[in-house]
């Protein structure tokens, strides 16, 4: 269904995914217009990040790669997203959000 929801929420979850790209870009599709995506998640110094990120691929934990709040924002804007938000909540989280064209 386009266009369907007022909002969407990702909490600690899209470290998870293999393409987030696809599940941003499916995000934006469901969204109605003025719609707002949440986006809350892992993050870290980016020595930690480039660490966890290469230490993924040997253990067997189902995460595929944290992002740093300012990547995130780029691949909200890269899917179609505006007026985007974000902060640290944590020195180990983040929230990201931003919303659908009208």
């Given at each position: ?81 505006r007026n ?19």
């Amino acid at each position: 269904m386009n266009n369907a929801f007022d909002g969407v929420s990702c909490h600690m979850s899209i470290h998870h995914y293999p393409h987030p790209e696809l599940a941003l870009s499916e995000m934006y599709r469901i969204l109605s217009p003025g719609g707002i995506v949440l986006i809350n998640d892992l993050t870290g110094p980016d020595w930690l990040i480039r660490l966890a990120n290469r230490s993924f691929r040997y253990w067997n934990t189902g995460d595929h790669a944290v992002y740093a709040r300012k990547t995130m924002e780029i691949m909200l804007r890269e899917a179609g997203f505006r007026n985007i938000k974000s902060r640290n909540l944590t020195p180990f989280s983040y929230v990201c959000c931003g919303s659908k064209g009208r």
